[in-house]
T-cell receptor
């Protein structure tokens, strides 16, 4: 079955700094999703990537999927306290495979 | 649309009691997912419905857990009997189709004492 790993496990940055979160899959990804979760709340969809080499941006957040479709990165530029939360990558392993989520990366942004 | 609606938001129950969690997916979505989130195991898919039919329930931990979707606008996840290790946040999510963006509810925080 497909498994996702995320790094780092947690991250503390000063406001204004850039940061990158990585998501690595044990198998080829047919769809890679990035979600953000605040404590005690549901998951908020950020972006979905499907094609090798694809890159998407929303405000100050950019996500990329590598050509081999086994690794994705989420980059936040000029981080703000509002970016704090848990970032999870989720994957669709394709037909017959379950959806799986990575363990999450806990981000804290210090003002 | 109000989004995916789950109830209750919080549930505290005694071990051995039956617990029923409810979910109303977004209208027009034909895929519904139940997830469980714990600190130890992260977010786990329990069961996936498509057009009200359970497609994959391999994530359901044991026979104490059951899920139903009697119609396109309602689903339940039942635990009978409940145990302390079932304590977790249970999320329901829906999407227009498998493989598309899933919208999550706010979750039900279950505590079994």
């Amino acid at each position: 079955s497909q498994e996702l790993e995320q790094s780092p496990q947690s991250l503390i940055v000063q406001e204004g700094k850039n940061l990158t979160i990585n998501c690595t899959s044990s198998k080829t990804l047919y769809g890679l999703y990035w979600y953000k979760q605040k404590y005690g709340e549901g998951l908020i969809f950020l972006m979905m990537l499907q094609k090798g080499g694809e890159e998407k941006s929303h405000e100050k957040i950019t996500a990329k999927l590598d050509e081999k479709k086994q690794q994705s990165s989420l980059h936040i530029t000029a981080s703000q306290p509002s970016h704090a939360g848990i970032y999870l990558c989720g994957a669709d392993g394709g037909y017959g495979q379950n959806f799986v989520f990575g363990p999450g990366t806990r981000l804290s942004v210090l003002p | 649309d109000a989004g995916v609606i789950q109830s209750p938001r919080h549930e505290v129950t005694e071990m051995g009691q039956e617990v029923t969690l409810r979910c109303k997916p977004i209208s027009g979505h034909n895929s519904l997912f139940w997830y469980r989130q714990t600190m130890m195991r992260g977010l786990e898919l329990l069961i996936y419905f498509n057009n009200n039919v359970p497609i994959d329930d391999s994530g359901m931990p044991e026979d104490r857990f059951s899920a139903k979707m009697p119609n396109a606008s309602f689903s339940t996840l039942k635990i009978q009997p409940s145990e302390p290790r079932d304590s977790a946040v249970y999320f329901c999510a829906s999407s227009r189709d498998r493989g598309l963006r899933a919208f999550f509810g706010q979750g039900t925080r279950l505590t079994v004492v």
